[in-house]
Every structure is written in C-alpha cells, then in structure tokens.
C-alpha cells in the first residue's frame, strides 16, 4: 500500500512496515513534536519527504473554498491533499476535515482510531438570527450583523 502520512498517524501507528511506500509531507514534518514520534521518524527507510507544489495547491484551495472546508484545514492539510491528489497515494488521517474534501475530490483515505467519515458533507455559513445561508466567504450577516457559523448544508 502506498500512503501519505498525516501526524495523527506517525504519532499513532506503531508499525510502518505493512507500508510499499510513504510519502511525508514536509510540513507533518514540522507539526511532529514528541520525542518518541521523532525516533519513530529515524527509522523510516522507505520514505519520501516532499512538498506539493503551488498549482497543486491552488487547486486544492479552489475545491475547499467551494465545499465550504477551505477554513478548517490548515497548511499541512492542503499539503497532504494536494500531494494525495499527484500522487494517488492512500491518505492516512483521522483528521475529518481531511477526509471530507479527500471524498470529494475521490482520493482514498483511512482512519486510525476515529470512524471514517461516512458521507461527503458541503458547508455553509449560516446567520442564527436571520435563519439565512451564504456563501462561504461571507463572515458576516447582511441582514442583522451577526457572526455568521458554518452548518452542514445538503
């Protein structure tokens, strides 16, 4: 099985070896903190430290803007997408920020601890006094000035 590594799952896991080949994003690299997850890094023989690149991103910036989870993942997030997506490699995460835009952009992914995600959700930003949906750019209501909140959207 070839696989892209989030942090949850080099902190986590305890055996890589089942693993053909990995792929680790540059920047699970820098989010790994402990001393243990740093001794289990050591001894990756079979492992490729990479980083996507700025079109690979954009496009997967461009999805996450669309479905409404471009704020919920962070830079690593992006990395290891847009690196699943190059790659076709298998993503390992439990992080279901991860695995939502990863269904909708029809990469694989597994979880370690955590249920999978079952369906793919679409987020939207939501005014709780207006009871009136926008965009996902849209911090703000229109209407009343409200703190907008994002709310699964079907």
Known sequence: MKV???????IY???FSQFEEIILPKKVL???KDE????KLSIFENAKILEAGKKELEEVKKIAKNTGDLSKLSQTDLEILALAKKFKYIIISDDHNIQNLAKKMGLKFLSIFNPSIKKFI???NF??????FYEND???CEICGSKLIKIPYC
């Open 4 to 10: 892209i590594l989030d942090t949850s799952a080099i």
């Open 13 to 15: 896991l305890s055996n």
């Open 30 to 32: 820098e989010e790994v």
């Open 36 to 39: 243990f997850s740093k001794l």
């Open 122 to 124: 679409k987020w939207k």
């Open 127 to 132: 005014c709780k006094m207006c009871k009136k």
């Open 138 to 140: 849209k911090e703000v």
